[in-house]
Every structure is written in structure tokens, then in C-alpha cells.
């Protein structure tokens, strides 16, 4: 079935430095959408960033992000990381015949000053 | 932004017994999903249900499991009797269907079965 690896589990960084949170998927369909998510303490995950086009970066609150298919991978980035960036990321992924999201492990970002 | 509810935050009970986890969607949402995340691994989808029926389920959707949302009310995901697999984080989420079906989450309620 399709699956969403996130390969850091905890990524911590100094206040400033260039965020890059690592996102490779496996699925059949040729279509999929792929999200971020991000979830603050004690709150819900909120969505930050969501594509479905092939190689077309998309933007927000100073995050972006690029599907590729040729290497089935939807990384998050920032330039510049600020303290209220720590939070726990996590990618999903939805087939595009379905609804539902397949979840990655999440990647908890620690931004320090 | 809009904002799903869910009562309880934490609810603790004995195995065997039922239990009954409230959802209050974004009131134009036609669309709703149960996701469950166990300690320390990934949300796991459990089904969606649109127009009074379940759409899609996955194998963690036990026959233990069902969902309704009575007349507009809360989107319930009740489980009866409870195991103590059934212990978790239960995420639950609504979409208009619009915007690729961007799903708006709840908080969760962590559950915990003894």
C-alpha cells in the first residue's frame, strides 16, 4: 500500500539557520496529493502546504515546498528558522481517487536560539 | 481558521466497557474521518463517512468500531467493547470536499483502556 517515510525523528537547529525536513512517498497512483501538516504543543495539526503539481513550488508562512515525482519526494523547507517554528511536521499523502491520508512519522523541529 | 472540537480530551476506562468519542466538525463539512495514532508511531487512517455511510475503512477499523453522526449532531466514533489495543490518540477530522479535500483536524482524544 502507499506509505509516507520521514527519516529524521528530531531535528534541532539554531534560530536563523535554513530548515529542510525530509519527505519521500511510495505510491501506485500516478497522481497523489501531498500535504504537510504541522502540529503545535497541545494543539491540533494544522495544514501548512499542499501540492498535487509536479515540480511547481508552493508557499506559505514562509515554508515551501516542491513535488517531485521523478523522486517521489515533497521536502519542507524555510530559509530562515524562527522560534515559533518548533512543532511537531508531519507529510501525508492522498491518493487521488480517495480521501483518505496516509501519514508519515512526523519529524519533531526544535528551533534554539 | 476553522476549528474541530473534540470531547473528551482524555478519557480513561476499563476493558470491556464502551466508550464514545465526540466530534464537533466545521459546521459546513460534509466530509469526516477517524484517525488513530498509538504512542510514538504515525496517525493511522480508520474511515471516512460522508451522507450517513461510511466510504472507506481500513483493517483498524475492527467490527468493534462504528460511527454515526445523528441529525447534524456530533460525528461519534464509538468502540464496544474496548480492548486494550485500543489505546491511543483518536484524531478526527472534516473537509467541504473542496481544496483537494483539505482535512481540518481536532485536538484528539487520548484514550486509554486498562
Known amino acids: 500500500g502507499d506509505s509516507v517515510t520521514q527519516t529524521e525523528g528530531l531535528v534541532t537547529l539554531t534560530e536563523g539557520l535554513p530548515v529542510m525536513l525530509n519527505c519521500t512517498y511510495q505510491?501506485?497512483?500516478?497522481?497523489?496529493?501531498l500535504f504537510w501538516y504541522v502540529q503545535h504543543l497541545n494543539e491540533s495539526p494544522r495544514l501548512l502546504l499542499k501540492?498535487?503539481?509536479?515540480?511547481k513550488r508552493t508557499e506559505h508562512q514562509g515554508f515551501h515546498a516542491t513535488l517531485h515525482k521523478s523522486s517521489s519526494s515533497f521536502h519542507l523547507q524555510k530559509s530562515s528558522a524562527q522560534l515559533s517554528d518548533s512543532a511537531l511536521y508531519y507529510c501525508?499523502?492522498?491518493?487521488?481517487?480517495?480521501?483518505?491520508?496516509?501519514f508519515g512519522q512526523g519529524t519533531i523541529l526544535k528551533v534554539y536560539l | 481558521g476553522p476549528k474541530v472540537l473534540q470531547i473528551p480530551s482524555h478519557q480513561i476506562i476499563d476493558m470491556g466497557q464502551m466508550v464514545t468519542l465526540n466530534c464537533d466538525p466545521v459546521?459546513?463539512?460534509?466530509?469526516f474521518y477517524w484517525y488513530k495514532q498509538i504512542l510514538g508511531q504515525q496517525m493511522e487512517f480508520l474511515v471516512n463517512?460522508?451522507?450517513?455511510?461510511?466510504?472507506?475503512k481500513s483493517k483498524l477499523f475492527k467490527d468493534q468500531f462504528s460511527v454515526e453522526r445523528p441529525d447534524g449532531s456530533y460525528f461519534t466514533l464509538k468502540i464496544q467493547p474496548t480492548a486494550l489495543e485500543d489505546s491511543a490518540v483518536y484524531f478526527c477530522?472534516?473537509?467541504?470536499?473542496?481544496?483537494?479535500?483539505?482535512?481540518?483536524f481536532g485536538p484528539g482524544t487520548r484514550l486509554t483502556v486498562l
Open positions: 477530522a472534516s473537509s467541504s470536499g473542496l481544496g483537494g479535500f483539505e482535512q481540518y
Open positions: 459546521s459546513n463539512h460534509l466530509y
Open positions: 501540492s498535487f503539481t509536479d515540480n
Open positions: 505510491t501506485i497512483y500516478s497522481n497523489p496529493f
Open positions: 501525508a499523502l492522498r491518493e487521488s481517487s480517495g480521501q483518505k491520508l496516509v
Open positions: 463517512f460522508y451522507n450517513g455511510k461510511v466510504m472507506e
